[in-house]
T-cell receptor, first 113, second 108 residues
């Protein structure tokens, strides 16, 4: 089954404790992206990747890091999480970049205390 | 930043038609997407417009006017399961910018 998976689905952590949210897709997609969703603000793009070893900033990259060492995986790293990073995070992927449908993962709900 | 506006909420009756407008002022344009998102779930793709005009897909249609920076999503023969948020998103180069979303409530 074609899908985008994220782990963990729910996470409670404390300020400053490094964490990684994993994202994996099994569709051989080149393009992958991370978003956060906050009430009243909608979805905002954090980082995106056009292919292996190619990443770029979205609209709200501060406080986040990403890497794309393999085509299928695109982890999101919070080196020193802060309470304002409490949010719902979605990973998405698509083939051939931006003109194709993006498939979203199920979401990761993060609470930073 | 990019400016993408859509109404916050809309209510309609089952079987009726609802039109969700989206206006945008952006630094570029490579296409406009509409997504549907049910509460607690991930967004799912509805439509993509890159040229002016109307794209029809069953009960859903999407329209684009690039010169006016305007799009709408038309939902016909509304069903209860259409109660959801509808997200307008503009692609600029390889970045996707979303509006805040329109929550549609369908009443019996």
């Amino acid at each position: 089954e074609a899908q985008v998976t994220q782990n963990p689905r729910y996470l409670i952590t404390v300020t400053g404790k490094k964490l990684t949210v994993t994202c994996s897709q099994n569709m051989n997609h080149e393009y992958m992206s991370w978003y956060r969703q906050d009430p009243g603000l909608g979805l905002r793009q954090i980082y995106y990747s056009m292919n292996v070893e190619v990443t770029d900033k979205g609209d709200v990259p501060e406080g986040y890091k990403v890497s794309r060492k393999e085509k299928r995986n695109f982890p999101l790293i919070l080196e020193s999480p802060s309470p304002n990073q409490t949010s719902l995070y979605f990973c998405a992927s698509s083939s051939k970049g931006f003109r194709e449908t993006q498939y979203f993962g199920p979401g990761t709900r993060l609470l930073v205390l | 930043g990019q400016n993408i506006d859509q109404p916050t909420e809309m209510t309609a009756t089952e079987g009726a038609i609802v039109q969700i407008n989206c206006t945008y002022q952006t630094s570029g344009f490579n296409g406009l997407f509409w997504y549907q998102q049910h509460a607690g779930e991930a967004p799912t793709f509805l439509s993509y417009n890159v040229l002016d005009g109307l794209e029809e897909k069953g009960r859903f249609s999407s329209f684009l006017s690039r010169s006016k920076g305007y799009s709408y999503l038309l939902l016909k023969e509304l069903q209860m399961k259409d109660s959801a948020s509808y997200l307008c998103a503009v692609m600029i180069d390889y970045k996707l910018s979303f509006g805040a979303g329109t929550t549609v409530t369908v009443r019996a």
